[in-house]
């Protein structure tokens, strides 16, 4: 892939991470990552502190990359993945993924994963 392309790609999720921090003050982060956990691009909200640090964010990124492959093979017999919610004590985290790249978004913990929320991610997302 060619330099060109590759600013292009990285500013279109860009692009797509920034609107879905404007829908909601509970969003704490939007990234992209590639099938391998590469971050592609990624926006945190400001004043917001990591909870991971540079390391832990690579590890995080690499695991779910590796969970979101084995998921693909499922996907033949179960259909497409919709989403994946994870829920902590301290955030939630809602995962997106398709065609080799994963969408990982940290919400506080006052918004509920209500369909109306995860269809306007969806929405930016496609």
Same mark, same amino acid.
């Given at each position: 892939?060619?330099?060109?392309?590759?600013?292009?790609?990285?500013?279109?999720? *860009?692009? !797509?991470?920034? @609107?879905? %921090?404007?829908?909601?003050?509970? &969003?704490?982060?939007?990234?992209?990552?590639?099938?391998?956990?590469?971050?592609?691009?990624?926006?945190?909200?400001?004043?917001?502190?990591?909870?991971?640090s540079p390391?832990?964010?690579?590890?995080?990124?690499?695991?779910?990359?590796?969970?979101?492959?084995? *998921?693909? !093979?499922?996907? @033949?017999? %179960?259909?497409?993945?919709?989403? &994946?919610?994870?829920?902590h004590k301290?955030?939630?985290?809602?995962?997106?993924?398709?065609?080799?790249?994963?969408?990982?978004?940290?919400?506080?913990?006052?918004?509920?994963?209500?369909?109306?929320?995860?269809?306007?991610?969806?929405?930016?997302?496609?």
């Open positions: 892939m060619d330099k060109v392309s590759w600013t292009k790609i990285t500013s279109t999720h *860009r692009k !797509k991470c920034e @609107k879905i %921090l404007k829908i909601s003050k509970e &969003i704490r982060y939007a990234g992209v990552f590639n099938e391998y956990g590469h971050t592609i691009a990624g926006k945190i909200r400001p004043g917001i502190k990591p909870i991971f390391n832990e964010v690579r590890e995080e990124f690499f695991n779910v990359a590796l969970s979101m492959r084995a *998921r693909e !093979k499922s996907s @033949k017999l %179960l259909g497409d993945l919709e989403y &994946i919610l994870i829920n301290k955030i939630n985290i809602l995962l997106f993924h398709k065609d080799a790249i994963t969408y990982y978004i940290t919400i506080g913990l006052k918004i509920k994963s209500t369909p109306l929320f995860i269809n306007k991610i969806k929405k930016i997302i496609t």
